[in-house]
């Protein structure tokens, strides 16, 4: 582990004022010095599937699923809590929603069977809210469609890799109840912040390579 000194970290926290510790619930943060747009047009949208996948802090699950041709778009956000747009503080403190990753893909490029396969590589599927180093039901593990026929493909994977595990998963697998966007400063975070936290291992982020 490298160590600073403290008038190091001390500047490193009043221009950040940030935990790199654990995700942004432990994180004060007052933004980032560029952003990346992602513009995608209508037709695109229009013509895109749609999956929400919960998988712990949401940074590194959004960064992730970036790498894959045929992910068009991703936004993180909060699902599948009350019907009432949390703040980020609020769904720290327990409002109920699920840090979740919308992920618009063109399944002529990729299935969702492959996008689930990328999401069990990354997660603990036995853990109860919990991922990584981060604990809260706000970082449960969850995959909610709001197409039915995809029900088939998910139960499918869900099957085998329960399978695999030889117990129950404790993942969700449930209709999306709500999804509200997460605030600008979450949205591509490890892209504005590369030496930002995240749980997952740094070599997963070479599998679309």
């Known amino acids: 582990m490298i160590r600073f000194g403290k008038p190091i970290i001390m500047v490193l926290c009043m221009v950040t004022l940030c935990s790199v510790m654990l995700c942004g619930c432990t994180t004060s943060y007052m933004g980032a010095a560029s952003d990346k747009a992602e513009v995608v047009s209508e037709e695109v949208i229009a013509d895109m599937k749609n999956i929400y996948l919960a998988g712990g802090c949401f940074w590194g699950v959004q960064k992730y699923f970036d790498q894959f041709d045929g992910v068009v778009f991703t936004e993180v956000g909060y699902a599948n809590g009350p019907d009432e747009e949390p703040t980020y503080k609020e769904v720290c403190n327990s409002s109920g929603h699920a840090e979740t990753v919308h992920i618009g893909y063109d399944d002529s490029k990729i299935t969702l069977t492959k996008l689930l396969d990328y999401y069990f590589m990354v997660i603990d599927p036995l853990s109860v809210n919990k991922q990584g180093n981060d604990?809260?039901?706000?970082?449960?593990?969850?995959?909610?469609?709001?197409?039915?026929?995809?029900?088939v493909e998910i139960q499918t994977v869900f099957d085998r890799e329960q399978a695999k595990a030889g117990e129950a998963l404790a993942v969700e697998v449930e209709p999306l109840a709500n999804f509200y966007k997460a605030e600008e400063y979450h949205q591509k975070y490890l892209d504005k912040n590369p030496g930002g936290y995240c749980h997952i291992p740094k070599d997963m982020f070479e599998l679309g390579k």
């Open 135 to 151: 604990v809260g039901v706000q970082y449960r593990t969850g995959i909610y469609y709001t197409d039915e026929s995809q029900l």
